[in-house]
């Protein structure tokens, strides 16, 4: 499967942003997927996650704001961020995983304006 992010940009704090990653190549609904996102300086940290069945999983510090959805019609996984913080400011990427096989995305650039 190959993964195409998209969506992020430069907004003020407070502010929303909607990421999506578009993939192809591959049956979409057999993957869990997931975004992360680097900081400058720090490590890759996985931000939230859903499952092939639809479960989801934040990071603490995300939690209430962010929101993580697939469409699998689009072949499509979606990160609705409200309310966001200077702290969220950070190359965010989409991640595939699968019993066998797993991959990234190119990252996203997402800065917030304080």
């Known amino acids: 499967v190959q993964l195409q992010a998209s969506g992020g940009g430069l907004v003020q704090a407070g502010r929303s942003l909607r990421l999506s990653c578009a993939a192809s190549g591959s049956i979409f609904s057999a993957f869990d997927m997931a975004w992360y996102r680097q900081a400058p300086g720090k490590q890759r940290e996985r931000v939230a996650s859903i499952i092939r069945g639809g479960s989801t999983n934040y990071e603490d510090s995300v939690k209430g704001r962010f929101t993580i959805s697939r469409d699998n019609a689009k072949n499509t996984v979606y990160l609705q961020m409200n309310s966001l913080k200077p702290e969220d400011t950070a190359v965010y990427y989409c991640?595939?995983?699968?019993?066998?096989?797993?991959?990234w995305g190119q990252g996203t650039l997402v800065t917030v304006s304080s």
């Open positions: 991640h595939a995983l699968s019993s066998s096989y797993w991959t």
